[in-house]
């Protein structure tokens, strides 16, 4: 069995102090249970330096949200992949839903995942459909593009990958796709792909991940919301020994 895995995505949210009482909260939580899985937080990038010495020798991976596809040079605003691992993180989010509304393509999104790769972290790659899209039924389809360009790129490598699926409309509504909807599409990713492990993300909660452990193909999760809260997210990482 593969180990699970649970990534906090704090997105654009947290301040020095407030990113201090999470972090010491959460690891007083998690001294009470072993961890029996991999653990990450993915803070903004200005407090991966902050956030990655509290974590130091805790056991708890730092990712980061996002990463330069480019190695170096005239990229205003940009953390190369280099960087990155410099601050510790051995994980990067790539192609989250909320970036791609940016305008981020899928054969972007291949080359940020093959930049984190040759540094040596682990891309969590997201892909997910609208609500439409999955009233129309190409929500397989849709998914499936989105994969084909990282598979493209990376071909054998693409099994090193962490592959989130987040339905767009789950992240943040409190809804969470049924049983078979999620099972499906994991099914799918893991028959694209080969190998890796694969992720659900989208209103994880307390009440919702137990249920989202059982659902065979489901490896791990990544929060958003609830990873802000210590209990909950801990709380979480125990429903993955359920
Ligand atoms: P959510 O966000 O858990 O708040 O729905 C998930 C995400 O966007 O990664």
Not at 107 to 131: F, H, N, Q, R, Y
Request: aromatic share 4%; hydrophobic share 40%.
């Amino acid at each position: 069995m593969k180990r699970k895995i649970v990534v906090g995505n704090w997105k654009m949210q947290g301040s020095y102090a407030t990113n201090e009482v999470l972090l010491h909260d959460l690891l007083s939580e998690l001294q009470s249970c072993d961890l029996c899985c991999d653990v990450a937080v993915a803070p903004p990038s200005v407090y991966l330096d902050q956030v990655g010495r509290v974590l130091k020798d805790s056991g708890v991976l730092l990712s980061a949200q996002d990463v330069s596809a480019y190695p170096d040079g005239a990229h205003t605003g940009e953390c190369s992949a280099r960087m990155l691992v410099e601050m510790g993180c051995s994980m990067v989010i790539v192609g989250h839903s909320e970036r791609r509304a940016c305008g981020e393509s899928d054969s972007l999104v291949a080359l940020k995942a093959e930049a984190a790769l040759d540094a040596g972290m682990t891309p969590v790659i997201c892909v997910g459909e609208t609500l439409e899209d999955r009233q129309q039924g190409r929500a397989r389809q849709v998914v499936e593009k989105q994969v084909g360009s990282v598979i493209k790129l990376l071909s054998q490598r693409v099994k090193q990958c962490c592959f989130a699926y987040e339905p767009i409309w789950a992240i943040g509504s409190g809804q969470v796709p049924g049983v078979t909807e999620v099972s499906d599409m994991l099914q799918c990713l893991s028959g694209w792909v080969g190998g890796g492990r694969f992720l659900y993300g989208g209103s994880v909660n307390l009440h919702t991940a137990p249920s989202l452990f059982s659902i065979e193909h489901v490896d791990g999760v990544l929060v958003g919301g609830a990873s802000l809260n210590a209990k909950a997210f801990a709380g979480i990482i125990r429903a993955t020994n359920e």
